[in-house]
Nanobody, 128 residues
Framework: VQLQASGGGLVQPGSSLRLSCAAS????????IGWFRQAPGREREGVSC???????TYADSVKGRFTISRDYAKNTVYLQMNNLQPEDTAVYYC???????????????????????WGQGTLVTVSS
């Protein structure tokens, strides 16, 4: 199981980036997928998560600016990030985990420990 995150970079406030998370050796279709981020000195936090059963969920701080999507044919998940702000600066990770029968994707997204497979992270820096 491998996840490869890419697409980070240095951008100015108000700019956009699209992160990609390509999976290999397994199919994302049946997994819950999450984008998490970790800024220096802070805990890893859920940004957006997606499952076929529950749809998508977003952290309040990114609602209306970020969009998660999945391309089944490419076995890839994306995070479109618009109107980036300095507080979005962090290392972004993609993750996959088994859909849990008893909890929703929103609940899963609140705890990164519920995801089993992780990509290597891609750095997003928003600065003028």
């Amino acid at each position: 199981v491998q996840l490869q995150a890419s697409g980070g970079g240095l951008v100015q406030p108000g700019s956009s980036l699209r992160l990609s998370c390509a999976a290999s050796r397994f199919t994302l279709d049946y997994y819950a997928i999450g984008w998490f981020r970790q800024a220096p000195g802070r805990e890893r936090e859920g940004v957006s998560c997606l499952s076929s059963r529950d749809g998508s969920t977003y952290a309040d701080s990114v609602k209306g600016r970020f969009t998660i999507s999945r391309d089944y044919a490419k076995n890839t998940v994306y995070l479109q990030m618009n109107n980036l702000q300095p507080e979005d600066t962090a290392v972004y990770y993609c993750a996959a985990g088994d859909v849990k029968d008893t909890i929703t994707i929103a609940t899963m997204c609140a705890r990164y420990e519920r995801f089993d497979y992780w990509g290597q992270g891609t750095l997003v820096t928003v600065s003028s």
